[in-house]
Nanobody, 126 residues
Framework: QVQLVESGGGLVQAGGSLRLSCVAS????????MGWFRQAPGKEREFVSAINWIGNTRYLDSVKGRFTISRDNAKNTVYLQMNGLKPDDTAVYFC????????????????????WGQGTQVTVSS
């Protein structure tokens, strides 16, 4: 089992920045893909970004150039640096792990991921 705990959410004005963190425990995730998803009220959960163990990344088109995913394998942690935030970015952000060591494919479907955090709220005011 893998437990994931997100932090770093909050209220920010449009144009501002936040850095989300997700710490994994229970098993090492240094060789597995990790991702970020988000869910706004009344909407389906959507893929935001993912990173594999060798550092390849993938992003939702609408966040490219504004969000950056990274990982610190020594700390079993994945980050999402969010700059230039917009009101449309308002959502609960979830961290997820696809527990498959040495997997390099970066999936954007939520059902591909095995473990999920509880989420952290990000609210961007206009």
């Amino acid at each position: 089992q893998v437990q994931l705990v997100e932090s770093g959410g909050g209220l920010v004005q449009a144009g501002g920045s936040l850095r989300l963190s997700c710490v994994a425990s229970g098993r090492t995730v240094s060789k597995t893909p990790m991702g970020w998803f988000r869910q706004a009220p009344g909407k389906e959960r959507e893929f935001v970004s993912a990173i594999n163990w060798i550092g390849n990344t993938r992003y939702l088109d609408s966040v490219k150039g504004r969000f950056t995913i990274s990982r610190d394998n020594a700390k079993n942690t994945v980050y999402l640096q969010m700059n230039g935030l917009k009101p449309d970015d308002t959502a609960v952000y979830f961290c997820a792990v696809k527990y498959n060591n040495y997997e390099t494919t970066l999936y954007d479907e939520s059902y591909r991921y095995d473990y999920w955090g509880q989420g952290t709220q990000v609210t961007v005011s206009s």
